[in-house]
């Protein structure tokens, strides 16, 4: 019995930036879940900006998958990654996980 959450690194189509997340459950009693995908941009020093969200809100179902795409256009050059926070058991239940590899793009 257990839930996971995955994330994936974000990847870079024309001036978007593309990014998802998952979580996932096995076993009986974790309903409702939840999960919020976040895409931040590095602002140095160990510092991260949340630039867009995307939430699932409550489901009763064991898989959720959320993706969002985010316009860099005019950014410049920055450093970007996904953390995904899961959340079961309407909240009594939470997980956070964050891309191990970041995307470096220039918009």
């Known amino acids: 019995m257990g839930v996971h959450c995955l994330r994936q690194r974000p990847s870079k189509f024309a001036n978007t930036i593309e990014f998802e997340g998952f979580q996932s459950c096995t076993g009986t009693g974790?309903?409702?879940?939840?999960?919020?995908?976040?895409?931040?941009?590095?602002?140095?020093?160990?510092?991260?900006?949340?630039?867009?969200?995307?939430?699932?809100?409550?489901?009763?179902?064991?898989?959720?998958?959320?993706?969002?795409?985010?316009?860099?256009?005019?950014?410049?050059?920055?450093e970007y990654r996904v953390v995904t926070d899961g959340y079961a058991v309407n909240g009594a239940y939470h997980k956070s996980v964050q891309s191990l590899n970041y995307l470096r793009v220039t918009c």
């Not at 995307?54 to 179902?61: Q, W």
Request: aromatic share 12%; hydrophobic share 35%; with cysteine.
């Open 30 to 78: 974790w309903s409702p879940l939840r999960v919020k995908v976040t895409l931040q941009r590095y602002l140095g020093a160990g510092l991260w900006q949340n630039k867009k969200v995307v939430d699932s809100g409550n489901a009763y179902i064991d898989f959720l998958q959320r993706d969002g795409i985010y316009d860099c256009s005019g950014t410049g050059n920055e």
